[in-house]
């Protein structure tokens, strides 16, 4: 007589029959899967594409990867499944990470829409990548891309146009890419997560990587002409905010850690360890021997404002020096 699932394994029956039920009773899936039955899976191509069905199967996708990767799930890893998926309301208040973590609400079309048109190159490698929607994004519009992520958890739940094509790197240390590799290295919302000792190294790793161009977005604060400044709401701790607000255009940071704004644990929000000024971020680029465009930089603005995002997505445009 075969013996008893264990409770692992009794958890992991219970997740994936939960996704597969939710697919099958969402209607957007179960019309679809409809379809496909009566027209082939050429019909199931050509309906994916469309936003409202892409954002369904995204999800249900999520849902089976979070069911087949209890392992990665349970390794308490900061950047683990519980950052990217769950519940983030607590009776202590928010805790850090996304409810649900998928290509519909990561800006990965906004961002790949604004370098297929603005940034020249074919290689490229999305630094921070998360699962990959960027990634996708991007070979869906003709780039030879890759990424890497220090989440053990996002890489092996990669975006499925992404999987295969996703490395898992600690970018405080050295990336496991040759030098010059790629026309485009980008970190999006990335460096604010590495502690301010190691951001000269990281810095460095980029500039190492590529030949032409390297793309930052990072949560900055002080003055930034002739694009809006940034700010420190959400960003300190609220009983230091007055005391910041008064500082001088000229302070750089970065803010102490015992300043920085913490989640419902403790942790600082998001894992934000690095809040600094424009222009320190910017000494730090210069220092790894790459130079600013701040012509790019207003054209992005621009390009991010129809979408609501050119007021957090800070946009910083380095190139390699000829």
Not at 77 to 90: A, H, I, P, S
Not at 234 to 257: I, Q, S
Request: net charge neutral; with cysteine; proline share 7%.
């Amino acid at each position: 007589m075969p013996s008893a699932p264990s409770e692992s394994k009794r958890a992991f029956i219970v997740r994936s029959s939960g996704a597969i039920y939710a697919a099958l009773v969402n209607p957007a899936l179960k019309s679809l899967w409809q379809l496909t039955k009566r027209t082939g899976s050429d019909a199931l191509a050509k309906a994916a594409s469309v936003p409202t069905i892409k954002k369904q199967l995204d999800r249900f996708s999520l849902e089976l990867d979070r069911a087949l990767t209890p392992d990665v799930a349970s390794t308490g890893d900061f950047y683990g499944q519980r950052y990217f998926v769950g519940e983030k309301t607590t009776q202590a208040g928010k805790t850090s990470g996304y409810a649900n973590y998928a290509r519909h609400n990561s800006h990965a079309d906004v961002l790949a829409d604004l370098i297929a048109e603005g940034v020249p190159g074919q290689q490229t490698l999305d630094v921070g990548c998360a699962r990959g929607f960027l990634v996708e994004a991007l070979l869906e519009r003709g780039r030879d891309a890759i990424g890497c992520d220090g989440s053990l958890y996002a890489v092996n739940t990669a975006a499925r146009g992404a999987r295969g094509r996703l490395h898992h790197a600690d970018l405080r240390k050295p990336l496991p890419f040759a030098d010059r590799s790629f026309d485009l290295v980008t970190a999006f919302e990335t460096l604010e997560h590495v502690p301010p000792a190691d951001v000269s190294h990281a810095v460095r790793e980029l500039a190492r990587l590529t030949r032409k161009t390297v793309i930052v977005t990072i949560p900055s604060f002080g003055p930034r002409p002739p694009l809006p400044s940034g700010w420190f709401e959400g960003k300190v701790r609220n009983e230091r905010l007055a005391h910041y607000k008064a500082l001088p255009p000229d302070y750089d940071g970065p803010v102490p850690d015992g300043d920085l704004a913490v989640d419902a644990e403790g942790h600082p929000v998001e894992g934000h360890v690095c809040i600094a000024s424009f222009a320190w971020w910017r000494r730090q680029f210069e220092a790894a021997g790459l130079v600013a465009d701040p012509a790019l930089d207003q054209w992005a603005h621009e390009k991010l404002e129809p979408h609501g995002l050119h007021v957090y997505l800070d946009w910083m445009t380095f190139r390699a020096r000829t």
